[in-house]
């Protein structure tokens, strides 16, 4: 069983950066993929980036290419997000998921964090 936590939302400016972290319980030798999503009231989860537990294989959601950062500490057994240049449009929930293949889709991971919020302000 994989448990997740999430951690770091908070509010900041526009303009400025936050860096959240998910805590993973992943069994040794294991491989799983981690993704960060994101949804806000009304609309569907959607896909912000995620990263083989290995660290080999990224992608970034285009929306937020060349602004976010995804990095695992597989010693700490965390995934981080650095999040730069931070605009009203990324105020969401962020959530952090596992699931042991790539995919983009948010209904087929498999474990899911409790989820942090992040709110820009303009």
């Known amino acids: 069983q994989v448990q997740l936590v999430e951690s770091g939302g908070g509010l900041v400016q526009a303009g400025g950066s936050l860096r959240l972290s998910c805590a993973a319980s992943?069994?040794?030798?294991?491989?799983?993929?981690m993704g960060w999503f994101r949804q806000t009231p009304g609309k569907e989860r959607e896909f912000v980036a995620a990263?083989?537990?290995?660290?080999?294989?990224?992608e970034y959601a285009d929306s937020v290419q060349g602004r976010f950062i995804i990095s695992r500490d597989s010693a700490k057994n965390t995934v981080y997000l650095q999040m730069n240049s931070l605009k009203p449009e990324d105020t969401a929930v962020y959530y952090c998921?596992?699931?042991?293949?790539?995919?983009?889709?948010?209904?087929?991971?498999?474990?899911w964090g409790q989820g942090t919020q992040v709110t820009v302000s303009s």
């Open positions: 998921a596992a699931r042991q293949s790539f995919t983009r889709t948010p209904k087929v991971y498999d474990y």
């Open positions: 990263i083989t537990w290995g660290g080999r294989y990224i």
């Open positions: 992943i069994p040794t030798g294991s491989n799983y993929v």
